[in-house]
């Protein structure tokens, strides 16, 4: 059987129109459609397979989310944006994405992998990002983009949300620049215990306000903690302004 004809079967095999359906994307060349949806277990031979797919979406992906994740939070340092992309862009969510759009409906498998078994999240992992590089080669990066800010940006938004959810310091430093064009100060105004085992009182301050202290086991933990009270009283502002 020729390739051309292997891949007409294999066509014929799946509903190719509900698949582009649910990825909300029509392939120009439906071969790299079909490349994307082989698992190599369903492959004549592995270069025939999703396998090198894979490889280039996950770069894609990886750089797609790196930029969304650069426009989206202007103020974040880099660690933490690569914290969030190291969730967005795992073996998990992209797996939970391959889920959600019931890709395995169209999984081209071998004998030795049937679809109605469980599928490991691995095989559907590398699906979508395989997914993700045939639609780049078929339509370029635009396409790819609003595919990442459909289904991507909510993971990134829900992630960003329990990154930062923790870092009170953060979130502080967010609203005072948005709100008042300046960023928070912190000070030690008690220090407690022996020299091994020492308290700190700090406070926050944004302008001229002062925010209620608060008692950390280190200058971090307090500093947080202040934030986080910075942040409760920012919730019932008051009617003095910020100099």
């Known amino acids: 059987m020729s390739r051309r004809e292997q891949r007409e079967s294999a066509e014929a095999a799946i509903d190719v129109a509900e698949c582009q359906r649910r990825i909300q994307y029509e392939f120009k060349d439906r071969s790299l459609l079909m490349a994307a949806l ?5 492959a004549q031979h592995r270069l025939a397979s999703n396998e090198r797919l894979e490889f280039l979406g996950d770069s894609i992906l990886g750089f797609i989310v790196c930029e969304r994740l650069y426009r989206l939070f202007p ?3 880099e660690g933490d ?3 969030i992309k190291s969730v967005v862009v795992s073996r998990e969510t992209c797996s939970r994405i391959s889920e959600q759009l019931q890709l395995i409906d169209f999984l081209i498998v071998g004998k030795g992998l049937a679809v109605n078994k469980l599928v490991p999240p691995s ?3 590398d699906l979508f990002e395989s997914i993700v590089a045939a639609i780049y080669l078929d339509g370029g990066i635009e396409p790819v983009r ?3 800010e459909r289904l991507l940006e909510p993971e990134i938004i829900k992630v960003a949300s329990g990154e930062q959810g923790s870092n009170h310091k953060s ?3 967010q609203q005072a620049q948005r709100d008042f064009g300046v960023t928070p100060t912190y000070e030690v105004v008690q220090e407690a215990g022996p ?3 020492k308290t700190f009182h700090v406070l926050a301050q944004i302008g001229s306000r002062r925010y209620a202290p608060a008692w950390g086991r280190n200058k971090k933990e307090a500093e947080q903690r202040a934030a986080s009270n910075a942040l409760n009283e920012l919730q019932a502002p008051r009617p003095d302004a910020v100099g």
């Open 38 to 42: 082989t698992h190599a277990s369903g």
């Open 75 to 77: 103020e974040s340092l």
């Open 81 to 83: 944006l690569t914290r």
């Open 123 to 125: 095989v559907l992992s």
């Open 146 to 148: 609003k595919i990442v």
């Open 171 to 173: 979130l502080l430093q």
């Open 195 to 197: 020299d091994h085992s």
